[in-house]
């Protein structure tokens, strides 16, 4: 695997975004340059960085992997995530003679608060109040793992709510800006659910979540999942039984490497169990 790394995408107000490439070897099982998997980390839109990449070993199996930072809710409220990631992969495209990977076959991925940023990639290609003007925002395929995805057109319900310490505030609070039951929080909070922007336009998407976490509960998904199948998109869910949040299991992967071959190599899997 060649690594490409600390790679500058954006500076904005003082903060310089990097992002990390992940090449696989010249003997991979593409014949021709490889389809990326964008990956976005978790971390309640507030933690974390691009060097926990979930699926980095996914070069073994023939594909480039590229893993971004973005702005955290102690440095910028919403929408400013979801830009990064959208300048992030622009910013690949835009450069693309620089990387020997194929930026017309891009799969987003992402855990947790990653998970619905790469949900809202997936159904917000064109808005133009969050992409540079004139770039190509839309990806080919989405794999969502356990993000969350609140209902319209109000959020959830305080016993539906991430789990939080009620004396601090809340990661939704933090994340809008303002406290998300007040008007100004709930405009916000549509504006940011993936389930406002689905018409059935939307590429693939893989959902994975765990039917005991206790952070994003598995209705999250659900959710998701009846709005893409009821605008007619193809659409995958797996549950993973007893799993909590943020889990790594052998049966995840296995779902994951047959979604992975199904939409980049056309590879039928053998048939899992969706739920």
Request: contains cysteine; glycine residues 8%; negative net charge.
């Amino acid at each position: 695997m060649k690594k490409l790394l600390d790679i500058t995408y954006r500076e904005i107000d003082g903060h310089e975004l990097k992002l990390d490439v992940f090449l696989p070897e010249e003997d991979a099982l593409f014949s021709e340059k490889p389809p990326v998997i964008f990956w976005v980390h978790g971390g309640a839109w507030l933690a974390g960085d691009r060097k926990w990449c979930g699926l980095q070993k996914q070069t073994e199996r023939g594909y480039a992997v590229v893993s971004v930072d973005y702005r955290l809710t102690d440095v910028a409220p919403f929408p400013a995530c979801i830009e990064d990631c959208k300048y992030a992969l622009t910013f690949l495209r835009e450069n693309a003679n620089e990387y020997p990977v194929d930026l017309t076959r891009v799969c987003v991925a992402g855990e947790s608060a990653g998970g619905h940023l790469v949900a809202l990639m997936g159904v917000s290609a064109g808005h133009i109040d969050w992409e540079p003007e004139g770039s190509d925002c839309s990806v080919q395929a989405v794999i969502d793992i356990c993000g969350p995805v609140w209902k319209l057109p109000t959020v959830m319900a305080d016993d539906d709510d991430i789990n939080e310490d009620k004396n601090e505030p809340s990661v939704l609070t933090k994340l809008f800006g303002t406290p998300y039951y007040l008007k100004k929080g709930k405009q916000i909070a549509a504006a940011a659910s993936p389930l406002t922007y689905i018409d059935g336009s939307e590429p693939p998407f893989l959902i994975i979540h765990g039917d005991k976490d206790d952070i994003v509960p598995i209705e999250h998904s659900r959710n998701l999942r009846n709005a893409l199948e009821e605008a007619g998109n193809d659409v995958m869910m797996h549950t993973v039984l007893a799993g909590g949040h943020s889990f790594i299991c052998p049966t995840a992967e296995a779902v994951t490497n047959g979604f992975l071959d199904f939409v980049f190599k056309g590879i039928k899997p053998a048939t899992p169990e969706w739920t």
